[in-house]
């Protein structure tokens, strides 16, 4: 069973950095990707940013790129979103998702069944 521990978000400035973590207590990460997805209260989920079980090959929505960056140690179960140059409007819930994958891409957002709790982050102006 996979189970998904968020951790790291808070309160900041704008043009701050924060770095959320994901963590498996469960079991390994091996052949999980893991999405960072993200919520502001009353719209939808929105894919941020993936990565391949190994770690070789990572996504990003637009509105991220260049600011955000994904990362994993699967010695540690953990995978790891650095976020800079934080914004107001990347104000919300973010939540790390896991899909089983044997293959080295991003898994598709749609295909997700783990999830955690999700950690907010507030980015003030």
């Known amino acids: 069973q996979v189970q998904l521990v968020e951790s790291g978000g808070g309160s900041v400035q704008a043009g701050d950095s924060l770095r959320l973590s994901c963590a498996d207590s469960?079991?390994?990460?091996?052949?999980?990707?893991i999405g960072w997805f993200r919520q502001v209260l009353g719209e939808e989920r929105e894919f941020t940013a993936g990565?391949?079980?190994?770690?070789?090959?990572?996504s990003y929505a637009d509105s991220v790129k260049g600011r955000f960056t994904i990362s994993r140690d699967n010695a540690k179960n953990t995978v790891y979103l650095q976020m800079n140059s934080l914004k107001p409007e990347d104000t919300a819930v973010y939540y790390c998702?896991?899909?089983?994958?044997?293959?080295?891409?991003?898994?598709?957002?749609?295909?997700?069944?783990?999830w955690g709790q999700g950690t907010r982050v507030t980015v003030s102006s």
């Open positions: 998702a896991a899909a089983l994958t044997f293959s080295d891409n991003v898994p598709e957002a749609d295909t997700y069944v783990y």
């Open positions: 469960g079991r390994t990460f091996n052949y999980y990707g």
């Open positions: 990565i391949s079980w190994t770690g070789s090959t990572t």
